[in-house]
């Protein structure tokens, strides 16, 4: 080493090696970071349980439900 002077890090700004408090971007960046960890993690264990019980999360009710005067099943004779 020359002179015993630590060999600044591209990652640090000079001015900042005594100083160890972040900036404001950086705590802004951290903060946007841990809430798409948090997003990450709720994606997570949603895809989780829909793989475990896919049928809970599929509504009740079918398509022929909607048909207003209709007999399931005798669609055919609405087209006509």
């Given amino acids: 080493m020359e002179g015993g002077q630590p060999i600044p890090s591209p990652l640090v700004p000079p001015g900042n090696l005594s100083d160890s408090s972040m900036s404001l971007e950086q705590k802004t960046t951290f903060v ?4 798409l960890f948090i997003f990450l993690g709720i994606l997570i264990v949603r895809c989780f349980r829909i793989l475990l019980d896919p049928y ?3 509504p009740t009710s079918t398509w022929a439900d909607g048909l207003e005067g209709l007999e399931k099943g005798q669609f055919d004779h609405a087209l006509a």
């Fill in 56 to 58: 809970r999360s599929m």
């Fill in 32 to 35: 946007f970071v841990i809430l």
